[in-house]
């Protein structure tokens, strides 16, 4: 038997069952969807983690809040007792300092709800905020309470319809207050674009505004009698001098810590690169569990073109026995049933790929970042063709060893 009448066997085995060869594929469609899905939410996942840390130099320290149960002193480092560091330790450059809130922030008309960061100087110079329209404001205007505001990319973008420069000296209202903006950050970009909407939980700089440090503790979170914020979220970013310095400048920060509140477990000091390989493992890690349920779920869609091939077995157990006794070989028989189950898995791993090019469409009404990928998509096709073949071997292999006597005398 031709390899060329084979494959019309196939084609008039599934044009003759097109809704049945449909049903069992469907399956394969959603399976094939979700892996491409959860492939693409897990790279949007790493870009935006990426996103977060990029602007952190490799000698940069975050020090942040400790959480847990662990944590049971409430005493907390002041902004004057970070920013004396660089004073007190060898390996220390400069410590910046900020706080964050989220809140509705004006102009006109337009409002939405970003994340306001207060910093000083230093914060921004060690995490490279760089204004593509004009300038960032100092630790001055910071002391004399000035009202200047810095805005993301996608924050001017969306506030002002598009003309990012022209928010330059326009005055925007967060909490309330009135702000004057002075610059306009230059776009990080990466998962998140150009973004003709902001979200307040978004963790990149085109997302956020900042403004002075002192004056975001003012107008916008309130202060507690030790001059940090009752209601922000405080950390500090330090630099350490060079590479070679950031382990030693963590264990004076942390020394310096316990010898100025009592206790260096109240807050957690961590460099650039431990922080961003933790975060990026936590996003593959649920990218993979992800992906397990998705390929479940090919693995039970298997089972459907299993149980569809034996039946078709069944059906068609006279025809083998003819084919059988005019010659064709057990090989051919064998082939034939295992493109038929190739055929139906190939089919719905392609209309679960052309499916997921709706995905951003989608996923654009919900909070949830979207980024496509080929790897994905060979990914979703490829388990959905291995399925198809594993699954078809059983009911192939069984048709091929049937005898002809038996096959022609079924009823």
């Known amino acids: ?60 320290i975050t020090i942040a809040r400790a959480r847990g149960s662990g944590v049971t002193t409430t005493a907390v480092l002041s902004k004057d007792e970070a920013l004396a560091m660089p004073e007190s330790l060898q390996n220390v450059e400069s410590v910046g300092v900020s706080t964050r809130i989220s809140s509705e922030i004006a102009a006109g008309a337009i409002s939405t709800a970003v994340t306001i960061q207060g910093i000083n100087e230093a914060y921004a110079d060690i995490t490279h905020l760089e204004p593509l329209y004009g300038t960032l404001f100092t630790d001055e205007d910071s002391l004399m309470r000035s009202r200047y505001a810095v805005l993301g990319y996608n924050v001017a973008n969306y506030l002002f319809d598009g003309d990012i420069e022209a928010a330059i000296d326009q005055t925007v209202l967060i909490k309330g207050a009135s702000f004057t903006v002075v610059g306009v950050l230059d776009r990080i970009g990466g998962s998140g674009g150009i973004s003709t909407s902001v979200s307040a939980d978004s963790t990149s700089a085109d ?19 030790s001059g940090v914020s009752s209601a922000a979220q405080v950390s500090f970013v330090a630099l350490a001098n060079d590479i070679d310095s950031v382990k030693p400048a963590i264990t004076e920060i942390q020394e310096y810590i316990e010898d100025t509140i009592g206790s260096a477990d109240v807050y957690s000091v961590t460099d650039a690169g431990s922080v961003l390989e933790s975060a990026q493992a936590t996003a593959r890690t649920m990218s993979a569990l992800l992906i397990a349920v998705a390929i479940i779920v090919l693995l039970v869609s298997g089972i459907g073109i299993m149980n569809v091939l034996m039946v078709a077995v069944q059906e ?47 996923l654009s009404f919900t909070d949830i970042s979207f980024m496509p990928s080929v790897d994905g998509i060979l990914l979703g096709i490829g388990f959905s063709v291995i399925t198809g073949i594993i699954s078809g071997f059983y009911p192939a292999v069984k048709a091929s060893g049937l005898k002809p006597i038996d096959a022609l005398n079924y009823e």
């Open 316 to 362: 068609r157990t006279r025809e083998i026995g003819i084919l059988k006794s005019i010659g064709a070989a057990r090989p051919v028989i064998l082939a034939e049933f295992l493109l038929e189950a190739t055929f139906i898995s190939a089919f719905g791993g392609l209309l679960g790929a052309g499916l997921s090019a709706i995905a951003p469409w989608a």
């Open 207 to 225: 997302d956020m505004a900042f403004i002075p440090y002192d004056v975001a503790i003012k107008y916008t979170s309130g202060t507690t009698r």
């Open 1 to 60: 038997m031709r390899p060329v009448e084979i494959l019309r066997s196939v084609f008039l085995s599934v044009t003759s069952n097109k809704f049945r060869v449909f049903l069992t594929s469907l399956g394969i469609i959603i399976g094939t969807f979700t892996i491409i899905l959860v492939v693409g939410i897990g790279k949007a996942g790493e870009a935006q983690v990426a996103d977060q840390y990029s602007r952190l130099s490799v000698e940069s």
